[in-house]
């Protein structure tokens, strides 16, 4: 089957054309559950002094420590909103091509430079899903409990500059709020960058250029579309990259370990 290289050269070039992201809905997870709306919507908190902050990402750890991902699969909760969502507006999906989570494409859009990722794609209904394909769990559980305490104290994260800028250019962010944070944990400073301006700031002399990521992922997307051809929820396309590039396998049949729409959805979008 057909391969996508990963070559940096390749991707050189401008940008791609994309248009500016816009909301077409909210949901929130709470320790309540799943809730159709923004009740748990945050707000930026700015600090009086940002060179002089004290704020201890290890408070409360691990004892309240959440792992979203206990309560089913990774898309499990957009298709939730995606079902009651069409009980208003029936052509929710209609020239909707892609349904996934922005982590899923910064992994990919990342992949000139770090590999490390499998994701399954399933077409239904014309459109094509892509989910995380879960290997055995090695995160540093403190690293990730850091991430989210700063989500609670500034709404931002501690991210490497690169899947930072993606993960933000992807959905329109305009202003990255980054924390640095001594080996104890504890952020000392924080400071504001505008998300535009971070490739112009990391490109010289970087390893790293914001071009070669986004026409990978743009050719990447495309690479789907020829290869998941088979409009069938049973049916799942595996994207791994090696050191070449993307590779792609199919699983069919009903009893795949890896087909990860659920009935509840399929049964509901059928209807």
């Not at 088979?230 to 590779?247: H, K, N």
Request: aromatic content about 14%; charged content about 25%.
């Amino acid at each position: 089957m057909e391969k996508l290289l990963s070559d940096r050269r390749r991707y050189l070039g401008p940008l791609p054309n994309y248009s500016q992201p816009k909301e077409v809905g909210v949901f929130s997870l709470t320790s309540d559950g799943f809730f159709s709306d923004g009740r748990n919507l945050k707000y930026y908190v700015e600090p009086a002094d940002r060179q002089h902050v004290h704020l201890d990402l290890n408070h409360g750890f691990p004892k309240k420590l959440v792992d979203w991902n206990d309560e089913g699969g990774d898309l499990d909760h957009i298709l939730k909103w995606i079902v009651e969502a069409q009980r208003v507006n029936p052509s929710l999906l209609s020239g909707v091509d892609f349904v996934t989570l922005r982590g899923h494409l910064s992994k990919v859009t990342c992949t000139p430079y770090k590999r490390g990722w499998k994701l399954a794609v399933t077409k239904f209904n014309g459109t094509w899903y892509i989910s995380q394909v879960h290997e055995q769990w090695h995160e540093n559980r403190q690293g990730n409990y850091w991430g989210h305490k700063m989500e609670q104290y500034l709404t931002a994260g501690d991210w490497k500059l690169q899947t930072c800028w993606v993960q933000s250019y992807l959905v329109g962010v305009p202003e990255i709020v980054f924390g640095f944070r001594d080996n104890k944990g504890v952020v000392r400073s924080v400071e504001s960058f505008r998300t535009r301006d971070i490739p112009g700031k990391v490109e010289y002399g970087s390893d790293w250029k914001a071009s070669v990521c986004m026409n990978f992922c743009d050719n990447f997307l495309s690479f789907v579309k020829r290869c998941a051809t088979e409009d069938d929820a049973r049916v799942v396309y595996l994207f791994q990259p090696d050191a070449q590039g993307v590779t792609c396998e199919v699983h069919r049949g009903r009893g795949s370990p890896h087909a990860f729409l659920p009935d509840w959805y399929i049964a509901a979008v059928c209807r």
